[in-house]
């Protein structure tokens, strides 16, 4: 392969890594990880970009999972750990892929909700995008794989605009805040914002399997995320109230389960910031579920003509899609719940324990020692995670907010 062809595709290929990160993740991150402060903020973010890395490239180097065209997930960790890896891999999977479109159909929900002065009807939203995403997502891949170059342009710029109109608004004495003790609680959020790794084997085979510059596409495509997860979590805090009166603040916003477009349009009150925001988060949202409502349907259809005997591809679709929009439609303000439990359980299970302990059960040396340093970090990450879910942990953030003046920081 020539070098501008294979720098080419190295470049694509990264583009594509960056374009599964843009989800929900990201409207999730300066919210969660925002109570913690900004400096726990980079750290946390900068320490789960380095992990999350780390797994990706081990599963890369997997040629049994990356090699076969019919290799799975659970077929793959059921050869490699036995049955209990095979079993955690397939509810593992069922919690990230339910969960995401969980989270995109309430998220969608919050944004536009937040984004109009007038109530729209919360079911109807829902309904409405569920119905566009799900269609796209069955019968509209070839259209979306066509314009992803689009649709990974018009992020972009919306992006921009979105930092563009944050950074008028910069108020540095914000960032001094931390709360270091509840960091850990921020970071299954942290880890869903750097989650691509379903689309690994299909880079590799794209790749003609060229270890090197695998390497290489996945190394810059998680970076151009990590660099947007950074500015924009800068720009966020710095720019939005953590705490005190009124609703447009941080804390406000993480209660009500909302991304941090909605209290940032309200207290910009630009057009233009409302409109890149809508615009970001529809793309965002769509384009992440179809990608993982496409995983979800195929999945799926390996259960249903295993377990009941059927590939029927009507019964695979409503097993796949009906429960998330039942969940979304019960629960409505579930965005940022959803974002955590997918991070902190389901992504922590197969794309950091799991690979940790492959590094463990072959490597020697060094290699092992960092085996057993990535399962003890995604460990602590699931410890907190279920010991809020299951009501063992209760960790809340200690917030100071700001005055009217904003000039001092006056304890709550």
């Known amino acids: 392969m020539k070098e501008t062809s294979k720098l080419s ?21 300066p919210i969660k990880t925002g109570l913690s402060g900004f400096i726990p903020s980079v750290l946390g973010i900068l ?95 070839k259209l979306m794989r066509k314009g992803n170059a689009v649709i990974m342009i018009l992020m972009w710029v919306t992006f921009g605009t979105l930092v563009f109109y944050c950074a ?11 709360d270091w003790h509840y960091l850990p609680a921020s970071l299954p959020v942290v880890v869903t914002a750097f989650h691509f790794h379903n689309i690994i084997p299909s880079i590799c085979r794209n790749m003609d399997f060229d270890q090197r510059a695998i390497r290489k596409a996945m190394f810059l495509g998680t970076f151009i995320g990590l660099i947007m997860n950074l500015i924009w979590v800068f720009v966020v805090i ?14 406000a916003a993480f209660h009500g389960n909302q991304p941090a477009t909605v209290p940032l349009s309200h207290l910009l009150e630009s057009h233009a910031f409302t ?22 349907t195929s999945f799926i259809r390996d259960l249903t003509t295993t377990y009941l005997h059927t590939s029927s591809r009507a019964v695979a679709a409503a097993v796949a899609f009906l429960p998330p929009l ?21 992504i922590d299970l197969i794309f950091g324990i799991l690979p940790g302990w492959l590094l ?29 879910e299951l009501g063992l942990l209760h960790i809340r953030p200690h917030v100071e907010y700001w005055n009217v003046s904003h000039k001092s920081i006056v304890p709550h």
């Open 47 to 141: 320490l789960m970009w380095a992990l999350m890395l780390t797994t990706a490239m081990i599963l890369a180097g997997q040629k049994s999972l990356t090699e076969s065209k019919t290799a799975d997930l659970p077929t793959f960790f059921q050869k490699e750990l036995g049955t209990v890896g095979k079993w955690i891999t397939v509810v593992a999977n069922m919690i990230i892929l339910y969960g995401l479109l969980v989270a995109y159909i309430s998220g969608t929900e919050s944004v536009v909700q937040g984004l109009f002065t007038k109530p729209v009807s919360t079911p109807l939203v829902m309904i409405c995008f569920f119905c566009v995403a799900t269609f796209l997502t069955l019968f509209g891949m």
């Open 275 to 296: 409109i890149s925001a809508l615009v970001f988060a529809l793309l965002a949202m769509t384009a992440a579920y179809m990608a993982n409502g496409t995983a979800l």
């Open 360 to 388: 463990i059960k072959y490597g020697r040396g060094k290699v092992r020692v960092l085996g057993y340093v990535i399962v003890a970090c995604f460990s602590v990450v699931l410890i907190y995670e279920l010991g809020q």
């Open 326 to 346: 039942i969940i979304s439609l019960a629960y409505p303000d579930v965005f940022l719940d959803a974002i955590g439990l997918v991070g902190g359980v389901g």
């Open 9 to 29: 595709l190295i470049l694509s290929m990264s583009f594509v890594v960056t374009g599964n990160m843009l989800g929900a993740g990201i409207l999730a991150l």
């Open 168 to 178: 008028q608004h910069v108020e540095t004495p914000r960032l001094r805040f931390t």
């Open 238 to 251: 710095a720019a939005l109230p953590l705490d005190g009166p009124g609703t447009d603040t941080v804390l």
